[in-house]
């Protein structure tokens, strides 16, 4: 399963970016989209996560300031991300879980100057 995410870039604090990743049409059992990320020298972390029946699922340290959408035809997952930390800098993934296996883009890097 590929994954094409985009939207990352520099941003100062306070700022806003958008990213995007567009999941294949024929992706069977798929059961939750989201974004996960990978902090310098940190492991990957949940983000956000829409799961069955639309429940969203957000870390805590993005609550109210990051909101993940899929557009309507289901196919593109959007995170919206608000009010952005230097703490929020990170390579941030794509991620599908389809019959119990997570797959997950190549990345796309943001970073947050303060």
């Known amino acids: 399963v590929q994954l094409q995410a985009s939207g990352g870039g520099s941003v100062q604090a306070g700022g806003t970016l958008t990213l995007s990743c567009v999941v294949p049409r024929d992706v069977i059992g798929l059961t939750a989209v989201g974004w996960y990320r990978r902090p310098p020298g940190h492991e990957r972390e949940l983000v956000a996560r829409?799961?069955?029946?639309?429940?969203?699922d957000y870390a805590d340290s993005v609550k109210g300031r990051f909101t993940i959408s899929l557009d309507n035809a289901g196919n593109t997952v959007y995170l919206q991300m608000k009010s952005l930390k230097p703490d929020d800098t990170a390579v941030y993934y794509c991620y599908i879980r389809a019959l119990e296996n997570n797959y997950w883009g190549q990345g796309t890097e943001v970073t947050v100057s303060s």
């Open positions: 829409i799961g069955d029946g639309g429940i969203t």
